[in-house]
Structure formats: C-alpha cells, structure tokens
C-alpha cells in the first residue's frame, strides 16, 4: 500500500520562547540541529525506506532535510507548498494565546495578510494528490501547520482536533493511502 512520511523540524528559538513562528524564517537551535541529526539516523537504525526528502523552503525546515539526507543519502528537493501557514499578525505572539486558539478554529481566517486554513488545504491536499500517484516514498519534511492538514487528509477530525494537533520536532510519522 503506498504511504508517505512527515517529520516536523528541529527545535527552533521560537519554539523555545513559545511563540508562532508561521512563514517568518527562523534559524533551528543547536538542539534541533542534533534532533535533526538523531531523526537520520533513527530513519537508518530501523530501515525505514525512503525514496526522497520534499522540504519546506524555510531555513528550519531545509537544515532539518539537509541533515537527514547526508546521514541517509536520500536525495532531497524543495517543495514550495511544504511552506508553513502564514499566520499574519499572529507571527511573533505567543503560541498558546487566547485569541490565536480562537482564531485557528475559523478556516476562512486569514489572520490579517496571511493565509487562511482553507487555502492551506488546498496547495497540500494538492500535493498530497500527487504524490499518491508516485511510486516512490517520500518524506516531507515541514511544520506543525502542516502537520495538521496532512493528519486531516489522512483522518476525520473535528474543527477542535484540527486546532489542537500537533507534532514534536523531528518526530516522524507514517501515513497509508488508502
């Protein structure tokens, strides 16, 4: 059955200080440096077969792919839609505020010049299409945003699960197509 992978990126400053970092390309620390050096070589102890990295243009997310790919030899390529939500005049606040938990529960928001849920959605369900019809395995290397509309592609979720998911920094997960 073909399935991909998705692995969040390594810890960053403003994951640290708990705050959104959405488009605004942020610099991983160098514990995500190391969290993205233990992801390579996780993917090489337990003989996950991958054909080749997509990553997210954002500087976490592409030294996160490029450390994963020198300790595996995939070969790794930018996919632009793997870029994180813009969260507009969120990008910058802290992560858990309670206008921001509120706002991500409206998919039409655009957050005021940024990108709403449901033009996410679009560009990764889009991706999500395409990549089912490739024979190879891939894995995505991106966001928590991200994260989200893939888990969604994959499951039902309710608008409250949606809101509330979330994956670590560099844990990877499995998706089947079916």
């Known amino acids: 059955m073909p399935h991909i992978y998705f692995a969040r990126h390594g810890q960053t400053v403003w994951n640290v200080e708990n705050k959104i970092c959405g488009a605004t390309d942020i610099e991983l620390t160098e514990k995500g440096h190391e969290q993205a050096e233990l992801l390579g070589k996780k993917i090489l102890e337990e003989g996950i077969k991958i054909d080749k990295i997509l990553y997210s243009p954002?500087?976490?997310?592409?030294?996160?792919?490029?450390?994963?790919?020198?300790?595996?030899?995939i070969p790794m390529e930018c996919e632009e839609r793997l870029k994180?939500?813009?969260?507009?005049?969120?990008?910058?606040?802290?992560?858990?505020?309670?206008?921001?938990?509120?706002?991500?529960?409206?998919?039409?928001?655009?957050?005021?010049?940024?990108?709403?849920?449901?033009?996410?959605?679009?560009?990764i369900y889009n991706l999500l299409d395409e990549l089912k019809n490739?024979?190879?395995?891939?894995?995505?290397v991106a966001h928590n945003?991200?994260?989200?509309?893939i888990q969604s592609y994959f499951y039902d979720m309710t608008n409250e699960e949606y809101a509330k998911f979330g994956v670590g920094n560099c844990e990877i997960l499995r998706f089947e197509y079916r």
Not at 134 to 140: A, H, Q, S, Y
């Open 145 to 149: 945003g991200i994260s989200r509309v």
């Open 58 to 73: 954002l500087i976490r997310a592409a030294e996160t792919a490029r450390h994963i790919s020198e300790i595996t030899g």
């Open 134 to 140: 490739d024979e190879r395995t891939f894995l995505l």
């Open 84 to 123: 994180e939500q813009c969260f507009g005049k969120y990008e910058g606040t802290p992560r858990d505020g309670e206008e921001f938990a509120v706002a991500k529960t409206y998919f039409i928001n655009s957050y005021e010049d940024g990108e709403s849920m449901l033009r996410l959605a679009q560009r």
